[in-house]
């Protein structure tokens, strides 16, 4: 169940959709020299909004900002590889944040890996090739890695957050 936001919420996730954004597009930029492996900035504002407000709001956040991301910097396939990728992430450090055993960094790793399955998923349902799954390794290194520094930024990011508006 969605909770109920002030204006100062909303507000608050207008900001993370914003940073969200900006981050896409500087990523848009950017590759690490493996096809479909990028660091995942954005996530850093979905992994704060879900600590804070829950996985709704981390939900909608991440679907405007797939969206978004789209139809600004991508294509109507992009946007299939980016909410399967951001959906099963979601869903997966969700499901980790209720267990309270894990930190930022490792529902953020969760996350990145998770990501990746998600498009490996749709990249085979798109191609038929199931031997694209034979890439998952690779993208689960760099999934882990990309976790790790997007997890140890949302950690500081949500910090800061929970003193602005406890």
């Keep these: 169940m969605m909770k109920k936001l002030k204006i100062g919420d909303i ?28 660091l995942g900035m954005p996530n850093i504002f979905v992994i704060v909004v879900l600590y804070k407000y829950g996985p709704w709001h981390a939900l909608s956040l991440s679907v405007v900002r797939s969206l978004l991301s789209a139809l600004l910097f991508g294509s109507v396939m992009s946007l299939w590889y980016s909410l ?53 390794p690779i993208l689960a290194v760099g999934g882990t890695v990309a976790g790790v520094v997007v997890g140890i930024c ?8 929970k003193k602005l508006r406890s």
Excluded at 94 to 123: P, Y
């Design 154 to 161: 949302a950690h500081f990011l949500y910090k800061v957050a």
């Design 84 to 136: 399967a990728g951001a959906l099963l992430s979601l869903l997966v450090m969700s499901l980790l944040v209720k267990t309270k055993f894990f930190s930022e960094i490792g529902i953020s790793i969760a996350g990145g890996i998770s990501h990746n399955i998600g498009q490996i998923a749709v990249a085979i349902l798109v191609t038929g090739v199931k031997e694209i799954a034979f890439y998952l």
């Design 11 to 38: 507000a608050f996730i207008g900001i993370m959709v914003a940073g969200a954004m900006i981050l896409s597009y500087v990523e848009s930029f950017f590759t690490v020299g493996i096809p479909g492996l990028k």
